[in-house]
């Protein structure tokens, strides 16, 4: 049995809006096993944000958690404290996203950054800095002594990423999560940054939660995928699964649609019609019935069950119960 | 078909230090030319792309084509009228004759007016009062497949994909020759982006108007492009007929770019992966010889101190280079 | 509007600020239909009297109603509030906006000359002005508002250049849209919002530096009754009994705590990070 560092059983999130409960995340599963890439695919408003602000326990004041389990390193994450989540974050769990600026400080040195986040370290200031140094050597950074010192808006787009991933990886976590980091770069450059992730990945051996909704980096990059639509979980498997036997109408659509997998040129791009379903007043049966061309009654009636498909591969949907 | 849009070595800049700070830094040229020698020819009804990354100019090359940026030096000839010595009458026709489709879809739209206002502005702008304008915006509204109710709405309350359409629902109002549409599926998920490139290309069909796409995303250019150009920090370093150079690219970067947009799971990309050194030198800080010679794989005798020469394939394909490939 | 008053009801102290701004106005307004007695007329004989179901807030020093006096005294305030304030916001508005869209050499003469007026402390502005021209409600107004033209000015100038740079604007410009338009129509109106609210919150200290000002002499002559002058009589008259001086203030505060709570209701309500959490 393949140990899994993260385990999501039945998480369901809901948000309070002024017109309804807006139900973003309904029983959510998803296993990431120990040492693994583990890419979620999904367009907007599919929940990936929802997913991760779940983990890391930064949900915002309007959230509630009706049900759910996320366990990590044999913890309930959701059940810890806000000073034990706080022990985790940075530490065995860290997070890169999409804007480096973001998560770096504008008026703070990289050096100064990449050191203070040492702070639960009981040790002297001058290893603290060789092991930044160390670090940014390791993401790639071509003169680390001199960028040590140097603000981030001294350093293009490509650089302030891997600065985060250098901050990211530092503590030397176990499970990584990668919230779009490659969308806001150019191709040329996206190609180095998810070289290096899977680089950092074998030497340090964690595990990667890659977020993006660009097919082509999670195929290069990724062991296992994750497909989601509207809040839900609609498929799971190994990349070679999905990418070769989509078994979700969804998921066989997607990668129909995207323009990098039509080798001959096409005057007319096939698309998916319609709009992702309202999520506070939800119908019955399932979420994808109103875009799916091979609905059929019984996806107006009932929600289809999460199942194992195929070796390691599951998926939610009436046409694949046979 | 006829000559639409001729540019001849087009060169644009910006600049970077005020007169007294460069006098007191001692900088001798404080500009950067964002683009740099550029010429190309756009027939009636074609499409003709613009590819690149950050950076490489792109964006400012379809503005000073819009008139919106001055030249500093060559021409930009549309219909055979000179752009860059118009007169500002010649230049109000000039505007009804291109529009332009920006990158941001909510951002280009002012934010307190309704989408009908919003796509009828130009009939106001330029004193068309013979049009019936609630005609005009469920006319409008219907060619890019949007329903009436929306003349009502504010762009806040529009959906990425809705304001782009709006976008185009307000470029193609005047009846427009030519629509510059700056990377038009910027932000869309996969599975829409296909509406958006379908519907130009239906416009196109249905009211012959050409256009001038910028974008850094390659995958979608072979489907909508007939003519691509290739941008690397102000210059085209390789431009031609789509289908031949995405059959037989001979700019190093031109190779790079195209193995860099994956394909979902396909071994054979992986394995003739270009990939580049370093990063996009600064614009005030250009490279010697051959400007993309710091990060060419193929980088050899002559590209770091002579300028490459220009070579013409076929009588289409033209690229500068000392080795070209294929 | 409809949105606006129940967001606003929903937060305590907008809801009193509302309550207070509306009390004002409304009695400013018909203080000849409410004032019982004339503000001017004389009476010695019920002089210095305290509040009594005859007269509410008592008498001043020559017998006349203080109540009467505050209300229309209210009318006072809010003439010059408005009307200084209004000069001030079209002075502005029209300078700031050819700053932040013209040449950069405009722009930096007329921030000078912002700087230079804002240089000159309004007292001492007052004080020379009534100099010259002698003391009255208009010289009250020319002065309030030529103090306040820059802080106008320098907030429309801001926004004229963060706005400009947007790209609707460079739409606009593209489309062919003339200066005048893209000012009036597609500028102006992002702009008026905030800096409405940024007015109305000066509406208190506006009233008080009124009431200072004709305090010290410098403002609306007597008879004129304003609050400012009834603290004045009523400083005098401290000894013999108070009642003047809290007529005098009693308005003040109120007008003051009102409006600055509607302000900062307003302004909360315009903030769009703020209005996530209703």
Avoid at chain 3, 121 to 132: H, N, R
């Amino acid at each position: 049995m393949i140990e899994n560092i993260l385990r999501i059983r039945d998480l369901s999130v809901n948000y309070q809006t002024n017109r309804g409960i807006l139900k973003a995340l309904r029983h959510v599963n998803l296993d990431i096993p120990k040492s693994s890439i583990v890419g979620v695919v999904g367009e907007s408003g599919c929940g990936k944000s929802t997913l991760i602000t779940s983990i890391i326990r930064q949900l915002d004041d309007n959230a509630d958690i009706p049900n759910g389990l996320i366990e990590f390193e044999k913890q309930d994450l959701l059940k810890l404290s806000k000073d034990e989540m706080r022990n985790i974050s940075g530490t065995k769990i860290s997070i890169v996203f999409q804007n480096p600026m973001s998560t770096l400080n504008p008026v703070i040195s990289i050096g100064r950054q990449m050191i203070d986040i040492q702070y639960r370290d009981q040790i002297s200031k001058k290893i603290k800095k060789q092991r930044s140094i160390d670090m940014l050597t390791k993401v790639g950074l071509p003169d680390p002594h001199i960028q040590f010192n140097q603000y981030p808006h001294e350093l293009s787009g490509g650089m302030q990423q891997r600065v985060s991933i250098a901050m990211a990886l530092q503590a030397g976590p176990s499970l990584l999560i990668a919230d779009e980091p490659t969308t806001a770069l150019d191709a040329t450059l996206e190609v180095q940054i998810l070289k290096l992730l899977k680089e950092l990945q074998e030497e340090l051996g964690c595990s990667i939660l890659f977020v993006s909704h660009h097919l082509g980096v999670i195929a290069e990059l990724c062991d296992h995928v994750v497909v989601m639509y509207a809040g839900q979980v609609v498929e799971q498997g190994s990349t070679y699964e999905i990418f070769n036997k989509p078994a979700h109408p969804y998921t066989i659509k997607l990668l129909e649609c995207d323009p990098a997998s039509i080798s001959k040129k096409q005057r007319l791009l096939p698309t998916i019609p319609g709009e992702i379903p309202d999520l506070i007043n939800l119908s019955k049966g399932c979420i994808f019935k109103n875009r799916c061309s091979q609905s059929i009654d019984r996806c107006s009636q009932e929600t289809p069950i999460w199942k194992e498909f195929d070796n390691a591969h599951f998926v939610s949907c009436h046409l694949t119960e046979s | 078909m006829s000559k639409l849009l001729s540019i001849k070595n087009l060169r644009v800049r910006f600049r970077t230090n005020s007169p007294f700070q460069a006098m007191i830094n001692k900088i001798e040229d404080p500009y950067i030319d964002a683009v740099r020698q550029v010429s190309l020819e756009m027939k009636e009804g074609e499409t003709f792309t613009l590819v690149g990354e950050s950076g490489s100019g792109k964006s400012t090359l379809a503005l000073a084509t819009a008139g919106l940026l001055n030249a500093e030096e060559g021409q930009i000839k549309f219909m055979n009228e000179d752009v860059t010595t118009m007169t500002s009458s010649q230049i109000m026709a000039y505007r009804k004759k291109i529009s332009y489709i920006w990158q941001d879809s909510i951002g280009s739209l002012s934010p307190r007016m309704s989408v009908g206002s919003l796509i009828t502005e130009a009939y106001k702008i330029h004193n068309l009062k013979d049009r019936d304008l609630k005609m005009e915006s469920d006319r409008l509204l219907k060619l890019v497949g949007l329903p009436k109710q929306i003349s009502e709405r504010y762009p806040h309350q529009l959906s990425g994909g809705q304001a782009r359409r709006v976008g185009v629902a307000r470029a193609i109002s005047l009846d427009p020759k030519m629509i510059i549409a700056d990377e038009p599926t910027a932000g869309l998920d996969v599975s829409v982006q296909g509406e958006i490139l379908n519907l130009l290309n239906k416009l196109k069909d249905d009211l012959g108007v050409s256009l001038f796409v910028i974008t850094h995303n390659l995958n979608i250019v072979r489907h909508i492009s007939d003519k691509t150009a290739v941008m690397y920090l102000g210059r085209f370093v390789e431009q031609g007929q789509t289908d031949d150079i995405f059959a037989k690219p001979r700019h190093p970067y031109t190779l790079a770019l195209l193995s860099a947009n994956l394909a979902p799971y396909s071994e054979a990309n992986l394995k003739n992966r270009i990939e580049l050194q370093g990063e996009v030198p600064s614009l005030m800080d250009r490279p010697n010889g051959c400007e993309f010679h710091t990060r060419c794989p193929f980088s050899s005798k002559h590209c770091d101190n002579e300028f490459p020469p220009i070579h013409t394939f076929n009588n289409s394909q033209i690229l500068t280079c000392h080795y070209p490939l294929n | 509007m409809k949105v606006a008053i129940k967001r606003i009801s929903s937060d305590p102290l907008g809801l009193l600020g509302l309550c207070l701004v509306t009390l004002m106005v409304v009695s400013a307004l018909g203080a000849s239909i409410f004032a019982p007695y004339d503000p001017v007329q004389l009476n010695i004989m019920e002089r210095l009297q305290g509040p009594s179901a005859k007269h509410l807030l008592g008498t001043d020093q020559l017998g006349r109603d203080l109540f009467s006096r505050v209300l229309f005294g209210g009318q006072v305030a809010l003439k010059v509030a408005f009307l200084s304030i209004g000069s001030a916001l079209i002075v502005g508005i029209i300078l700031g906006l050819i700053a932040g869209y013209g040449p950069v050499w405009l722009d930096n003469s007329i921030m000078l000359l912002f700087d230079t007026i804002r240089s000159v402390p309004t007292i001492m502005l007052a004080l020379v002005t009534v100099a010259f021209v002698g003391a009255s409600l208009t010289t009250l107004i020319f002065v309030i508002a030529a103090s306040s033209i820059p802080t106008y000015g320098r907030i429309v100038r801001t926004q004229t250049l963060t706005i400009k740079s947007k790209d609707f604007v460079k739409a606009e410009m593209l489309m062919g849209a003339s200066v005048l338009r893209i000012l009036s129509i597609h500028l102006l109106p992002n702009i008026l919002g905030p800096l409405l609210i940024l007015a109305s919150m000066d509406i208190p200290s506006i009233i008080a530096l009124e009431a200072g000002l004709s305090f010290l002499g410098m403002g609306v002559k007597p008879p004129t009754p304003s609050w400012g002058s009834i603290l004045n009589d009523g400083f005098a008259l401290i000894r013999n009994t108070p009642w003047p001086i809290i007529a005098g203030s009693i308005p003040l505060v109120l007008a003051t705590l009102g409006f600055t709570f509607l302000g900062e209701s307003l302004r909360d309500l315009l903030d769009p990070k703020l209005r996530k959490l209703i």
